[in-house]
């Protein structure tokens, strides 16, 4: 003799319930998959774009990639705000800071790299006009430069960027210098990558005169 059981109405909604709940966290939302991004690949998103970041990696062949940020933005430019109050023309030297290192890994055992890194410069504005200097570095605007040399994988730019409680001297004595290193990307990807790093900073540390780092950086 079989025996059949019924289940109360509420009861059987409950199980509805839990099925379309289990459904809707079946991890294919934006949200889940930003919340299983590694921490540091999500900063390097806040300062290269997370959909730069993720067509760099698809050009080289989307792999697992593996990010080295140790600063947020904001404390990055804490630290160059530091550097710059304690500015004076006598200082010519300033060590890089290392925002965003992404790896992909190649073929073998090898890896594709892209940095993003970012100083200080010794380069003055004014020394963009000198002829040794004019020949590599391209005017964007009166406040935007950039040097890329031919076949070569890395992209530098610098910015006048004046900080509050700086001397007056700072804006276009010390600029900010950032470098995008990568494994071979295509101009506009490159672009991309650098116009919106030097966005991210120059927002960070509220820039006086207000530079405009155009979108198109590149050729």
């Known amino acids: 003799m079989t025996v059949k059981r019924s289940f109360p109405a509420s ?4 199980f509805v319930l839990c099925a379309l709940a289990l459904v809707g966290c079946s991890g294919n939302s934006e949200a889940d998959k930003k919340a299983h991004r590694p921490a540091s690949l999500q900063v390097c998103d806040q300062f290269l774009g997370a959909e730069n970041v ?5 050009a080289v062949g989307g792999g697992d990639a593996n990010a080295t940020a140790r600063n947020s933005p904001d404390r990055l430019a804490a630290a160059l705000t530091l550097e710059a109050k304690k500015w004076s023309s006598d ?5 890089p800071y290392s925002a965003c290192r992404i790896d992909i890994p190649a073929e073998g055992d090898g890896a594709y790299a892209i940095e993003a890194n970012v100083k200080w410069s010794a380069l003055a504005v004014d020394s963009m006009r000198e002829p040794k200097y004019a020949k590599s570095w391209r005017r ?4 935007v430069f950039v040097e890329q040399e031919a076949g070569q994988s890395i992209v530098t730019l610098l910015v006048a960027c004046g900080i509050p409680g700086a ?20 101009a506009g990807q490159r672009s991309s990558l650098l116009s919106t790093f030097a966005r991210t900073l120059v927002d960070e540390l509220a820039c ?6 155009p979108a198109r950086l590149l050729r």
């Open 11 to 14: 009861v059987m909604a409950g």
């Open 54 to 58: 993720r067509k760099a990696v698809d």
């Open 91 to 95: 200082d010519l030297l300033y060590s």
């Open 167 to 186: 001397v007056s001297e700072q804006e276009s004595g010390l600029p900010l210098q950032m470098t995008i290193m990568d494994p071979g990307l295509g």
């Open 208 to 213: 006086t005169g207000d530079p405009v780092v």
């Open 140 to 143: 964007v605007n009166d406040q």
